[in-house]
């Protein structure tokens, strides 16, 4: 299995743009996770869906950032407008909610930058 | 979730076992202690996770104390490979696999 697969893996904005980070889940894996890292806040959980209904977005920043996901095997995070205190690397995971260890797998993080 | 506490910092070195500390003193009876780990610019990585017994795979030990307030983590053989930020985070399974991450414990292994 390929993992969890993010893209872009890197985007460069201007602020007022709007970006759209990408995910594809583990097949079979019916949780999926958006966090945000950055180095004053460190690892934050912005939103999860149990199989593609959101379950949790008390994490979401504010209006600007919207998630869906419409089938079992892809995400979206969306920021519209971008703002420079968006900048951070965000990471998509995914699990499968079972009686086993529930462990989370990560991607590799779209870093993103807003200028 | 129950908080916890992890040292901001701590050197190891290679080939000696590392101990990471967490305390965990307000953990209640159905949350259970998970570890992950985040090696520079990659994302988290689980490494183990226990009740109340102790536990061992092939990455690590975890040892938990008998009144659950604290726990252990143990790299038996730390490589160059292990440093990393190590996350100590308590959870329960009705947190719906939700993960709060701390500061956790910023390690670095020396030659």
Redesign the interface.
Known sequence: DAGVIQSPRHEVTEMGQEVTLRCKPISGHNSLFWYRQTMMRGLELLIYFNNNVPIDDSGMPEDRFSAKMPNASFSTLKIQPSEPRDSAVYFCASSITSGGRNEQFFGPGTRLTVL | DAKTTQPPSMDCAEGRAANLPCNHSTISGNEYVYW?R?IH??????II?GLKNNETNEMASLIITEDRKSSTLILPHATLRDTAVY?CIVRT?AA?????????TRVLVKP
């Open positions: 992950y985040q610019s990659q994302g988290p990585q689980y996770h996350y399974r719906g696999n939700k993960l709060t991450f701390g500061g956790g």
